[in-house]
């Protein structure tokens, strides 16, 4: 299992939305960028940082890699290290600029598709105000020269619209409810072993084995990227079921391009 979550490339997500990013006194937009090139293509994206503060500030922008473990956390790692990074893909002009107060400025985002390759693949934009350091001041856990002052993480995505590989399955409901918990818990797996970042969604039905009403219980949605596997969390409360004998089932939905898939087990309300 621990092999398969380090495949997890994380938290780009993205989709090219206009969210604008702040942390501290300086902003970014969008949040998220989405690249659609072909094999063999070049595109380029703009990324505005605008500096709200009242003094000067210097900003350097650096690319990372990351994943996402089984939990749906984002969880970086070094630029280069995981099967699906967009790290290697992407420049970017200039890699560091400085802003005067409430002076806003343009970067250039760009990525190079080799030729031949049609994966989907994902990175992160670090974009960190900085200041130079004196010799007094000077950290070994900072970068040489320069303090950290703030950072806002930037999700960057690129497949191809010839991609056309989507592929989820759901497997092993089972009950792990405790002594402890007032309602019934039950978990599933949710693999994606496609290959593009999937919007999904989770319907918890019971169907009565005594006269075939079907119950709609819970639905939860979340994002799922190539080669994830995510562990989710299904929540019976004590008043949604009449007593009887159920088969209960987590269906999952992943698009109009996919059929349903589903896993279930019975259970008995008392």
């Known amino acids: 299992m621990t092999n398969k979550i380090l495949k997890y490339s994380l938290l780009v997500l993205i989709i090219f939305l206009k969210i604008p990013l702040i942390a501290q006194d300086f902003e970014i937009a969008p949040g998220i960028m989405k690249f659609y090139a072909e094999p063999g293509e070049s595109k380029s994206l703009e990324l505005t940082i605008i500096n709200h503060g009242n003094t000067e500030q210097d900003f350097s922008i650096l690319v990372k890699d990351f994943m996402v473990n089984k939990e749906g956390a984002m969880v970086m790692m070094p630029e280069g290290t995981t099967e699906h990074t967009l790290a290697k893909w992407i420049s970017i002009n200039p890699p560091f600029l400085t802003l005067k107060p409430n002076e806003q400025k343009q970067i250039i985002v760009s990525i190079q598709a080799p030729v031949d390759d049609y994966t989907t693949r994902w990175a992160a934009l670090l974009i960190r105000s900085v200041k130079e350091q004196t010799a007094a001041l000077a950290d070994k856990r900072v970068e040489t020269g ?17 991609n056309h590989n989507y592929k989820m399955k759901i497997t092993g409901l089972t ?47 979340f994002k799922m990227f190539p080669d994830q596997q995510r562990e989710i969390e299904l929540i019976l409360h004590g008043n949604m079921l009449p ?16 059929n349903l898939e589903g896993t279930q087990m019975i259970i008995t309300v008392d």
């Open 175 to 221: 009950e792990v409810t405790t002594q402890k918990d007032t309602v019934r818990r039950f978990k599933a797996l949710v693999d994606n072993i496609g290959d593009k970042i999937t919007n999904c969604k989770v319907t918890l039905m019971a169907n009565s084995f005594t006269d075939g009403k079907e119950f709609v219980l819970q639905k939860i949605n």
């Open 146 to 162: 320069l303090m950290v002052s703030g950072q806002i993480v930037v999700q960057v995505y690129q497949s191809p619209r010839s």
């Open 243 to 258: 007593p009887g004998k159920y088969a209960l089932a987590a269906i999952l939905d992943y698009g109009k391009q996919s």
